[in-house]
């Protein structure tokens, strides 16, 4: 059976570290006038989106093409989902065409696990539910060591503060498990209505209030308010949300000149954050998904390749040793049974 990566715990620190190393061999690639390397010639990856996505599903896919892999793209609403083909006959169609792997997004915690379950080829998970989204979480530690730089690079000593609706993000819950697994100090800010019920086994502080530790912080990640994933009324309004724990021009002011402010996007401007606030040189949100293509390229040639075709010059890259698979821990979520 293939390697996956279903969660930031397939990895640990170390790997990483490895997969960023990695990623700046790609990173260089990219660069290139012709961005293509035959690292994964002759592979199919098949990309499984039944939630909308713009930038991880494109990223992905121009990840496959510029390793020269081929892609098969599943168009959920054009699908046989229509006739009532469930998951995992579509995910066993899909291999017996010849995918050697699964980038799977799904509305369900433990989709990508079970995915994994049925079938033999490699599985990303590309965000299931609110459990994780583990290459989000590797290209904002990327994005940290483009930034901060170092070859071997840790967060030991930085403050990274996560503002917002964690109750429902699954970036937040693989940036803890990364941002901490690599030595940083968490902390969460946001209502109470916006937090996990439970916060048993998070290495995390929790604040309330955001003026209190900007003043201290070198990361700020923003999260979306996911009005999409809320079937109730957590907050007054957006305008309270935006009062208390936007990124607003004042609250900018309190930041160090160190400061590193982060959003997965797609951004609220004037809700999570201010409009001219996104637009200053720390605002990193640009570079987020600029590097989230060669994290993905690193990513699956993690998974599929077995090295690289000799003669390949100062783009050289190298093949990086993951670490065993874990089940969710209390960051994470239970399997679900998904249909």
């Not at 201010?274 to 987020?288: K, L, T």
Request: proline share 5%.
């Amino acid at each position: 059976m293939s390697r996956s990566l279903l969660s930031v715990d397939d990895l640990g620190a170390a790997g990483i570290q490895s997969i960023m190393r990695l990623s700046d061999s790609f990173a260089e690639v990219s660069s290139r006038s012709i961005p293509r390397v035959p690292a994964l010639r002759g592979k199919t990856i098949a990309a499984l989106f039944y939630e909308d996505s713009t930038r991880t599903r494109l990223s992905f896919e121009a990840a496959a093409k510029r390793l020269s892999a081929d892609v098969m793209s599943f168009a959920v609403k054009s699908s046989s989902m229509s006739k009532g083909e469930s998951l995992r006959d579509t995910v066993q169609t899909l291999g017996a065409m010849g995918a050697d792997a699964f980038v799977v997004r799904h509305a369900s915690a433990g989709a990508a696990r079970l995915v994994s379950r049925w079938t033999d080829a490699a599985v990303v998970n590309a965000g299931d539910g609110w459990h994780e989204h583990p290459t989000q979480a590797l290209a904002d530690c990327y994005t940290l060591h483009r930034r901060f730089g170092g070859a071997a690079f840790t967060m030991a000593g930085l403050h990274a503060v996560i503002v917002g609706d964690v109750k429902h993000s699954r970036v937040a819950r693989s940036n803890v498990k990364a941002f901490t697994a690599l030595g940083a100090r968490v902390t969460l800010v946001g209502p109470a209505t916006l937090m996990p019920p439970c916060l048993d086994g998070w290495p995390v502080s929790v604040e309330v209030d955001l003026d209190r530790v900007l003043p201290d912080a070198d990361i700020v990640y923003l999260l979306r308010l996911q009005s999409e994933r809320t079937d109730e009324s957590l907050l007054p309004s957006q305008r309270e949300y935006t009062a208390r724990w936007g990124l607003t021009r004042r609250r900018a002011a309190l930041l160090p000149g160190r400061a590193t402010v982060m959003h997965p996007g797609p951004m609220n401007r004037g809700v999570e954050i201010d409009p001219e606030v996104a637009d200053r040189e720390f605002c990193v949100v640009g570079d987020q998904v600029r590097n989230g293509v060669p994290v993905r390229m690193a990513v699956l040639f993690w998974l599929l390749g077995s090295g690289l075709p000799t003669g390949e010059s100062s783009g050289q890259v190298l093949a990086v040793d993951g670490g065993d698979a874990h089940q969710p821990d209390s960051i994470g979520a239970s399997d679900e049974e998904v249909r």
